[in-house]
């Protein structure tokens, strides 16, 4: 873990959750890492938990179902991007964590790719803003008690309530990832095979145009006697 982490003079919820209430008017410094291998969408998800005109009318079925949607559309999103390794929905109600997606990528090049990407894209109708984020367990930023329903801190909780989608969704979603990245693997795997088989073939043909050059028989004295001498040899013959 970074030293900085460790200084009281940086703001220990940014460096863990990657967020802080108070924003850029925190007496601490939060230090933006420059490169990372988790991301930061802020606010990307729209809860309907704090829409009371939604919330009235879906059922917590209607809801998870729609988090279920929303949840596969951006890890296909993130998984053509890179191999993703952990993806984070938080449902809090405060406005610095309320939507906040974390994407954690198997490589910093990876994460620097896709945030190039991500901040050209847009999602629901809105653009899409990407940035590189200090989190580097979700387990230590998540807040526990919210997974049993017995957090009492409510908007005021500075800790991830993070939501899940089906675990059965979820499985075939990082399954699928797997293997299709060892199918890529395998494709990669074939074409190497298939240079190598062109290469050796075309070093065999050269080997033996070579062998063949080498085995034909010298030319004989006949062969190498000029054609002039030959015609002159003919006519002093017939002149005796």
Wanted: proline content about 3%; aromatic content about 8%.
């Amino acid at each position: 873990m970074s030293d900085y982490r460790n200084d009281k003079s940086t703001c220990t919820f940014y460096s863990k959750i990657g967020a802080c209430r108070h924003g850029e008017k925190c007496s601490r410094a939060h230090i933006k890492p420059i490169s990372s291998e988790t991301l930061l969408l802020a606010n990307l998800y729209q809860n309907p938990k704090l829409n009371k005109n939604d919330a009235e009318e879906l059922s917590a079925k209607q809801i998870q179902e729609s988090f279920d949607h929303f949840y596969k559309d951006i890890f296909l999103k993130f998984a053509s991007l890179g191999h993703v390794e952990a993806l984070v929905v938080c449902e809090n109600e405060n406005n610095h964590l309320n939507g906040n997606v974390y994407v954690k990528f198997r490589s910093k090049d990876a994460a620097y790719n896709a945030c190039m990407e991500l901040n050209q894209s847009w999602f629901g109708g809105r653009p899409v803003h990407s940035e590189f984020s200090p989190v580097e367990s979700f387990h230590e930023a998540n807040c526990r008690a919210h997974e049993t329903d017995t957090c009492t801190r409510g908007d005021h909780c500075n800790f991830m309530h993070i939501r899940n989608p089906n675990s059965h969704l979820r499985g075939i979603l990082f399954r699928a990832q797997e293997k299709s990245r060892i199918v890529k693997a395998l494709q990669e795997l074939k074409k190497d095979e298939e240079k190598e088989k062109e290469s050796a073939k075309v070093e065999q043909e050269q080997q033996q145009q070579q062998q063949s050059q080498e085995q034909q028989p010298p030319m004989s004295s006949l062969d190498t006697v000029p054609t002039t001498t030959s015609a002159a040899a003919v006519a002093a013959l017939f002149s005796k």
